[in-house]
């Protein structure tokens, strides 16, 4: 079945709209991880740097993966097993 251009718009706006608090979230979780670890081990803030880092850096990552399946273009998919070039279901 063929994505329409409406549907394809309404996708992306979707999927950018959870950008920014996925993105907020990986950072909080990364520096509460990092805090909670200084809190038992006695490394503060070292810990915490360390951990926000790693959320900076999966935050990034997030918004590097969503801009790409957001900027990929829409390819016809092909037939899957048991299934002719009209995507009904063989005899």
Known sequence: MAVTPDARMIRT???LSTIGLAFVFALVMGFAGGYWL???LGT???LSL???G???AAGILNVVRTMRIVSAPDVP???GP???AGNRPAS
């Open 13 to 15: 706006i979707g999927q």
């Open 38 to 40: 200084d809190g038992l």
């Open 44 to 46: 503060k803030p070292w």
């Open 50 to 52: 360390l951990g926000f």
């Open 54 to 56: 790693l959320g900076l």
């Open 77 to 79: 998919s092909a037939p």
């Open 82 to 84: 048991g299934q002719d």
